[in-house]
Structures are given as C-alpha cells and as structure tokens.
C-alpha cells in the first residue's frame, strides 16, 4: 500500500523498467503485458519520462495488450491501440512490430483463430515477463468480466452493464460503448511470471476488498489471483481502505 498513486505508479514503472534494462544485459527481449484505462497512465508517463531523461530504451521490448473493444477502429479515438499510442509507444523507441494489440477491426468468423494465434505468440516468446493489470468495479481483469472461467483464453467476451456504464463518459454516452470486447483470459494471464494488479482511489476499494479478502469466484474474477504466487497488489491508501 503507498501513500498515493503516484508513487505507487513510478514503483511499478521502475519495476518494468528493471526487467527491461535485465534483459538487455542478457542480450535478450522483455515481454510485457500490458492495460489500458486510468489507473496505468501515470505508469507509462513515468516509462517515457525514463526513456526522455534517463535512455532508458524499449529497443529489446516486445508487448501484448489484455484487450480491445469489438467491433473498434483503431483509428478512433476510444479504441486502446490510440491509447496507448497516445499515452505510451508514441513517446519511447519500440519498434512498430513488436506491440500486439486484439484486433477489433476482424470480421466476427476470423476471431477463434486470432485468439489462439495471440496467445501462439506470447507462448513462443517464452511467456510475458509480467503483466500488469487495473481492477474493474465488476472485478473484471483484462474484460473477464463475471463469470469468466479460471483457465479461459483469449476470447471474444460480451461486457457487463456496469463496465459499459462506467465506460460510458468515454464515448459520450452508454448506448455508444460497445457490447463486446477480445479479451485475454484468466488462464492467459496466469501464465506471466509476475502479476502486479494495481488500484486508486475510494471507488475501488469495495471491489479490492472482495478481490484480495473474499472467497475466491467466478463472481468477482479477480479473485482468482489468490491462487497465484506471483501476483502483487500495488494499492494506494484510498483503494485499500476497507481491507483488514
Ligand atoms: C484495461 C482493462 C480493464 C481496466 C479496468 C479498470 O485494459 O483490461 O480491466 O484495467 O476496467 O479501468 P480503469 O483503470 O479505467 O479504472
């Protein structure tokens, strides 16, 4: 638990920073996995600010996002590849082709198989380093949304009323939001050798108490990283608040 989450974000920023600068080391590449939404913004500007001011390169960084809404251009402005565009891979030197976002621009029959190609390519990457994900008011991680299984995969999923409710100001309105999204699943992001969900703020913190102190369900998907040795809560005071 930090203070805030600023500091909270540039702990988590330097800790993707020490796996990418490792590898370089090594000579090899770091697979990261990672979100969109508010809670990761002040972690990517704190990866630019390492790129701007202390060359820190993403030369050797190859990345898998957990999602995208389906159907979404990529050109439009709510999709996550202009977020994170926007927010991360504009401002820092990893080469085009290594960044892997769902495609929410395939017709509905070619979806079985891009999930299972994205999930071959993380796979033959030797598996993603560390992921990092935010918590939905659902409990939803990446969009496994109430009900997702714990070995699901990368999946076309249908979202909750309560995500498309509070994805609603985004896209000026809840009827604009999408009914679906391209997920990766509990299984695949079980798979990473370190987890690091991360929370702000009081509108968090009754689903952060179910998550990390309630039994674990398919009600509130995040749960299941109870199972895992490998995942970390990185909470500031507010979203921590009801824990005991
Ligand atoms: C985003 C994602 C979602 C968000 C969650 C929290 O890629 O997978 O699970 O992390 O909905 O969103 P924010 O951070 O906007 O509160």
Not at 127 to 138: A, E, K, M, S, V
Not at 200 to 214: F, L
Not at 223 to 229: A, K, V
């Amino acid at each position: 638990v930090f203070e805030n989450s600023k500091t909270a974000s540039v702990h988590v920023a330097h800790r993707i920073a020490e796996i990418i600068r490792k590898k370089q080391a090594e000579k090899t590449f770091a697979v990261l996995g990672l979100a969109t939404g508010v809670t990761p913004i002040a972690v990517y500007a704190e990866l630019v600010r390492l790129h701007r001011e202390e060359r820190l390169s993403f030369k050797n960084v190859i990345t898998f996002n957990l999602d995208e809404y389906y159907p979404m251009q990529s050109s439009s402005a709510q999709s996550y590849v202009t977020f994170m565009n926007e927010n991360l891979f504009n401002h820092i030197d990893i080469p085009k082709g290594n960044i892997h976002i769902p495609n929410g621009t395939i017709a509905m029959s070619g979806i079985p198989s891009f999930c299972l190609e994205y999930e071959k390519k993380i796979e033959s990457l030797g598996g993603l380093d560390i992921q990092i994900l935010g918590i939905g008011r659902t409990g939803h991680i990446g969009f496994n949304e109430p009900g997702s299984a714990p070995n699901s995969g990368t999946r076309l999923v249908t979202l909750d009323d309560l995500t498309r409710r509070d994805a609603a100001h985004d896209f000026g309105g809840k009827a604009f939001v999408p009914t679906k999204a391209i997920t990766m699943g509990i299984g695949t992001i079980f798979k990473a050798r370190e987890i690091i969900l991360m929370a702000w703020s009081r509108k968090k913190a009754t689903v952060i108490k179910k998550a990390v102190e309630g039994d674990i369900s398919g009600e509130v998907p995040a749960t299941y990283l109870q199972l895992s040795n490998n995942v970390e809560f990185i909470l500031d005071e507010a979203a921590a608040a009801e824990l005991t």
